[in-house]
């Protein structure tokens, strides 16, 4: 039956739907190149094969354009290590559809891999996560060829345990090329402002506002994100 608690998440999406309407107004009214919102829609599928062990399936959608349009679909294997209560290693394979400027969807690649340390202390919790991660091109011919792009990706989450059921976090994530001779540095952050709403102990949902800031780039775009992922594990 329905939990009375269940209640709590229903209270607070009223506010991000606001929040959408909002930034969409707002992004119509003074519309360019350089600014853009973006939502997202992902599901995560988990299922533990040992104490240590486990592996996932997820996919997720991007609507970029002010939610217009279908920017960006993939779903991603992963299998992930737990070596003890406070380190994790996870290892990934991507398949990405992603739209390009000629309006059609190109094939891409990605192969990444990440350790994440955490540590909890009273309702608090802190992780840290190092990802290394290789997209690579279809390479059709010479005129359209793209060289595969590397990045280093570290973010730093900071968590709060309200109670059981609701989890609100703040996170920030840097993007750092390892290949690209025309981006010297960082060239993209990322801050998140989000919560969690567990159903149960299988079921829960994420709720999180975004603000992403290009640098070092040919345009420094920021991109605004409202977004949503749903978890399942067996």
């Not at 996870?90 to 390009?100: P, V």
């Not at 690579?136 to 709060?160: C, F, G, H, M, V």
């Not at 609701?166 to 919560?195: C, K, M, Q, W």
Request: glycine share 4%.
């Amino acid at each position: 039956c329905f939990h009375q608690q269940h209640l709590y998440v229903f209270c607070l999406l009223p506010a991000f739907w606001l929040l959408i309407n909002w930034t969409t107004a707002s992004g119509q009214a003074a519309y360019s190149p350089q600014k853009d919102l973006q939502g997202i829609i992902g599901i995560n599928i988990e299922k533990k094969i040992s104490r240590s062990f486990a592996v996932s399936l997820f996919s997720q959608q991007s609507f970029n354009q002010n939610l217009a349009e279908l920017g960006t679909s993939f779903i991603d294997i992963g299998l992930s290590y737990k070596l003890n209560r406070n380190i994790t290693f996870g290892a990934d394979y991507r398949f990405i559809k992603h739209r390009n400027l000629n309006n059609f969807y190109d094939n891409r690649q990605l192969l990444l891999a990440d350790v994440t340390y955490s540590k909890g202390f009273n309702k608090f919790s802190f992780s840290a996560r190092i990802r290394f991660q290789n997209q690579y091109y279809d390479q059709i011919t010479e005129e359209n060829y793209k060289p595969w792009s590397a990045y280093n990706r570290d973010k730093l989450t900071l968590r709060y345990k309200l109670n059981y059921y609701v989890v609100p976090y703040l996170s920030a994530e840097i993007f750092y090329p390892f290949n690209n001779t025309e981006r010297n540095g960082i060239d993209r952050l990322r801050g998140t402002a989000g919560f969690f709403y567990n159903f149960n102990d299988h079921l829960r949902s994420e709720w999180y506002y975004a603000i992403s800031q290009a640098f070092n780039r040919k345009t420094n775009n920021t991109i605004y994100t409202i977004g949503t992922t749903w978890y399942y594990r067996f």
